[in-house]
């Protein structure tokens, strides 16, 4: 079983409706939490980065942690075409390496 | 503008030869990481480094070698020995390796003929 698992999608919205990105993991102890976006043949974007449990919002994006049922979601409202991207999560324990989810893909349709 | 860069973009290999890829980092940042992405998987840490002169494996260092004799610069080099050299691969740095917001170059496309 893999440490952090993530869909791999595709995933195809019609633009202007809410996506649900999510990640679950095996680790306890992970406590730092990331969503990086990665436009095609790009590099990674952080995109929001979060401690513990709880939310986090910034503009048209909402990440939760649920370390009771080790589960990370990433909200994006509102969604629009230039949204279509690769979307991974990371963690780690703290002072240690980051794992990643294999990513999901994402397609905004106009 | 601060950020990081890798060169080449874009890199083309033959079987057995050894290849080096660049990156480059003007963040003042003390840790770098090497990454490589297979598609449809997560990134995989090859090597990473918490100072100058100072580096450890990551989970697959098997046919990679690395150098980080000044803090800005972080080079990999892959090797003959790497089976399976063709992939996308992106280097990182952060503040310190305490630190776990990592920032990405754009990463290099390497392919063997």
């Known amino acids: 079983q893999k440490e952090v698992e993530q869909d791999p999608g595709p995933l195809s919205v019609p633009e202007g409706a809410i996506v649900s990105l999510n990640c679950t993991y095996s680790?306890?102890?992970?406590?730092?939490f990331m969503w990086y976006r990665q436009y095609s043949r790009k590099g990674p974007e952080l995109l929001m980065y979060?401690?513990?449990?709880g939310n986090k919002e910034d503009g048209r994006f909402t990440a939760q942690v649920d370390k009771s049922s080790k589960y990370i979601s990433l909200f994006i409202r509102d969604s629009q075409p230039s949204d279509s991207a690769t979307y991974l999560c990371?963690?780690?324990?703290?002072?240690?390496?980051?794992?990643f989810g294999q990513g999901t893909r994402l397609t905004i349709n106009p | 503008d601060g950020g990081i860069t890798q060169s080449p973009k874009y890199l083309f290999r033959k079987e057995g030869q050894n290849v080096t890829l660049s990156c480059e980092q003007n963040l003042n940042h003390d840790a770098m990481y090497w990454y490589r992405q297979d598609p449809g998987q997560g990134l995989r840490l090859i090597y990473y480094s918490q100072i100058v002169n100072d580096f450890q494996k990551g989970d697959i260092a098997e046919g990679y070698s690395v150098s980080r004799e000044k803090k800005e610069s972080f080079p990999l080099t892959v090797t003959s020995a790497q089976k399976n050299p063709t992939a996308f691969y992106l280097c990182?740095?952060?503040?310190?390796?305490?630190?776990?917001?990592?920032?990405f170059g754009p990463g290099t496309r390497l392919t063997v003929l």
């Open positions: 680790n306890s102890a992970f406590q730092y």
């Open positions: 979060t401690y513990s449990s």
């Open positions: 990182a740095s952060s503040i310190s390796v305490a630190a776990n917001e990592q920032f």
């Open positions: 990371a963690m780690s324990e703290g002072a240690q390496k980051l794992v």
